[in-house]
């Protein structure tokens, strides 16, 4: 049993010889736009620019948001000027009835 001749006139030997070329290819297109990205400084500021708008945005609509959120709660949390009067006049009243009550127990 011989063992097939892989070299390079083999058929064999050739495919695998433009697989890798295909794939070194591959990799120098990869790489030459990477370069070409880190050259790029137009390319690069307008990308930080972007970032930055996106994050002061954020920043904003999550700083209304809490604006908001304060302001609504603080809406709650301050009594009403119907409740204070409807809370004044039930104390009164409660003071008229404890005044009866005690006064009436007198002998």
């Not at 083999?10 to 591959?26: D, F, Q």
């Not at 990869?30 to 990205?37: G, Q």
């Not at 006049?89 to 009436?104: S, T, W, Y």
């Amino acid at each position: 049993m011989s063992t097939p001749d892989v070299g390079r006139d083999s058929p064999i030997g050739l495919s695998k010889i433009e697989a890798e070329i295909v794939e070194h290819r591959a990799e120098l297109v990869h790489t030459v736009d990477e370069l070409s990205e880190r050259i790029n400084i137009k390319k690069r500021a307008t990308h930080q620019w972007n970032h930055a708008k996106r994050t002061i945005g954020n920043s904003a609509a999550v700083a209304k948001d809490n604006f908001d959120l304060a302001l609504v709660r603080a809406q709650f949390a301050l009594p009403r000027p119907g409740a204070t009067i409807i809370t004044a006049m039930l104390g009164v009243l409660g003071c008229l009835i404890l005044i009866v009550i005690v006064h009436r127990r007198k002998p």
